[in-house]
């Protein structure tokens, strides 16, 4: 199978994507006028009869071979599982569980542990953290619960509920923004009376992977959307209202926010829109080409509900190809489109039979997210090493190209990975703590710094914390790196550095509780030379030593 | 109001006006005379404030009012200090200095959405799978950041901000982001300085073998941040950020009471006068944020009560300091949002994104200033007949002539693309003369 790569590579603009789709297009028909037969029954037989495992694989390598280029070696253990720690836990692993992986020598051990993290409390907390961050943004909306939101997260993670079922509750949801967890994304989307139109745009987003906001007020300049397109979908979210509760302070007697809620509220027929012309319009509940009856007595957000799931021609659901592609791009650091949430025919896919089938599966298997991660996870490309070569230097999407997934890319640490994994280190002799609740409140104290809210009506935010300065001075100056390096008596420094045992083993354990691998001999030795500068001192040896490796490059970046 | 004379004025515009000529003597001294010549040797040194108005300011009810229009609003022009530019009766102060600014009343950007709309005025170019371009004050820190050798603080300076990014400029590049009391967090204490040293050493030593392997271009753009944060925490330029605090051999004064209430003592005012300290010792950009503008309710009473004042103290103390320091001819002052707002009214007397004829406020800067150049049409819906439309690009090659970037500029993507400066904007001529 090709992947029309080797085209894609050439597009960089948007302005030539239009011309180089075509390009696509036309090879493709012709292929089809020579193979006739062939090609079909290979896109039928061919593509299924090898395993789902097989053919991620197979279509990544297909992509290197297209390019030219050759993979990275495997990523050695330590490096793999320092990753996936960070990626499924949202943490480092702790000096014990690097440890026990690591002397693990079972052949299997990396699906096993992968099994291991995918049951562990920390996996729910990781996925309840990014997905209300998703929804409600990191700075808390006013009359929306985080609480709520949470735990609805926490729930659905915790029981393993289908994609679709969390996606449709959150769309449908009704009620008390306390006991119905899941309203307070819709609560978040209604900071100001705009007829549905932000919960429009974000639901489209966030949940099928499509920016229709543009085509709100004018057709989309470089695809098939028009603007009708747009209110087709708001046309769902029109039957949807909150009601802000107060209640009266008994100390002061003013009126004081209590709880919100979403209401339905009554709407029936067309919605209305106005053309750049000024003439108006009508637009219809319409998914995809599906009519819903717009008269009395229909829930469109139910209906909504419905279509979600429904193949789009001989595409997969929006909804199972958005979550994909997402998934990916968390794994990865790079989705099969750029940006992961803009997919359609105008912003063409780096491996587009891969996220066909992979979303295609992904519904089969009743949207399983744990499944999705395995065969993310457990693919060829996922336990490559970052560090790259001269045959695949090239495979650059930082610079801006496709990404061919021929090394791991890095990944910054997103903050709220850093503050856990500081954490983790700083009590890396008390492995398997648990108990992250206690610490929910005084992370998210802690994020404020790094975050800046927009007010407007997208409700959006952005975070300062990513290769900036003032992550550099929380990094060198904080309280919280101070705790991490701290000699107080029952610290992590103090506890190992005071045992007996010989200076290397000392050096190696602060390795390994940063960096979760051994330092090299020629590290040791510049390490042991730089401590012995301290003479008596040696503890604030260990200690600056400790600071140094929980602020190197190779600490903060995902690799 | 039907009462217009032979100079486009009625009586009470006139009046108006004899009380802006009466207001020319300085009504509010911004510097000792000690200060003064310290400052005006320093001012030769070209930068550019950024007030960015994020959730796009209704310009129509601000800059281009349309009084005789369904669409015109509660508001009334008032004349100002230039000859023949209106602007709105909420902006009294802005209008009395306004022969040191300038407006370009046909905008026609093509971005309505948040992001979209803010990513293009800042970048000058629309969003792309494939690049992230530079905001402006990016490129200023790139293009005249590294020239400015005695900076030991950011060239590009964020207050209240954050969205901005370095794109293929780099990371030492982006805008260091701090809020409008100029409080850095994370200071090192005392102690903490002492351990700097061999604490960076070791750092150095430790991330070398990470450095060498091949991973991409992030390990490298996290030393040279580490660089910059320990320049910056080392540095007395710190005292820029505090307004309170004084530094003699900076010409940095404790700013007195009566200074900090020129400029309004909400955030955008404080941001500005920061702003004005920190230009003060050489940082080129600076963009002060100040948001509130997503009006699609209750506009008027917004503006007449909250916004307008706010942005009349801020836009009038920071020209009229400037002038009075002589920095305002090497100062480009540039006032925009991610686009404009509906000429007509919606139900919720709000009006909603609108990119398609709106204005932006440009001054200083050794501009020709009060003037506004371009027209809207008498509803304020398009760019009037015989009007030329301007992108943000045109803005921002206006900007950088006055600072000295050769407007021909080409940047190297990160694969080997060249991007012309301010995406090949022209500056523009009323402007530059």
Redesign the interface.
Known sequence: MRTGMTTLRWLSGLGLTLAAVQFVSTVRADESVQSGTDTASLLTAGTESVSLAEYIDQQIRQGWQDNDIEASVAATDEEWVRRIYLDLLGRIPTLAEGRAFLADESPRKRSVLVESLLAHEDYVRNFTTIWSNNCIGRVTPRRVSRKGMEKFFREAFAKDRPWNEIVVDIITASGHYEENGAVNYILAQLQMPDNGVQLTAMTTRLFLGLQVQCTQCHNHPFNKWQQDQFWEYNSFFRQVDKVDHSKPDPTSGRMVDDYSEVVWQEFTGPVYYEKRSGVMQVAFPRFEGRDVDPGVGIDRREEFGKLLTQPVGDQPPHIAQAMVNRMWAHFFGYGFTRPVDDMGPHNPASHPDLQARLAREFAAADYDVKQLIRWIVLSEAYALSSQYGDKNEVDDPAAGEIPLFSHMYLKSMQAEQMYDSLIVASNAHQAGQGGWSAQETQRRQWMQQFVVAFENDENDESTTFNGTIPQALMMMNSELMEKACSVERGSFLFESMSKPGPEAQKIQDLYMAALTRQPTRTELGKVQKMLNGYGLQKLNGYQDLFWALLNSNEFVLNH | MALWNNYGMNRRHFMQHMATAAATVPAMNFLSHVQANADLVRSNQKSCILMWM???PPTIDIWDLKPESKNGGEFRPIDTSASGVQISEHMPETAKVFSDLSLVRSMST???????GRYYMQTSY?P????VHPTFGSVVSYEIGKNRTALQI?AFVSI????GQAG?LG?TH?P??VDNTGR??????AA?KD??E??L???R???S???Q???????K???D??A???N??TSKQMAAFNVSQADASLGLEAESQATKDAYGTGGFGQGLLMARRLIQVGVPFVEVNM??W?L??GVFDTLKNQRLPLLDKGISAITADLKQRGMLDNTVLVWMGEFGRTPSINQ?VGRD?WA?SWSVMLGGGGLKNGQAIGATDKDGLQIADGSKAYLPGDIWATVAMAMGIPVNTVHT???G?PMKLANGGTPIQELIG
């Open positions: 994020g959730g796009g093509r971005e309505a959405d948040h992001t979209r629309v792309n799978p494939t690049v950011p209240d901000g954050g969205a293929f990371m982006a260091f982001v850095i967090r994370n200071e090192p204490t903490g351990r700097l061999p604490r050493t070791m750092l030593e430790i991330e073998g990470f450095m392997s091949r991973r991409g271009e992030l390990p753009a996290h030393k941040v580490y910059n944060a320990v910056l925490m948001g509130g997503d699609h309710q919720n994104h398609a993507s990160k694969r693309r």
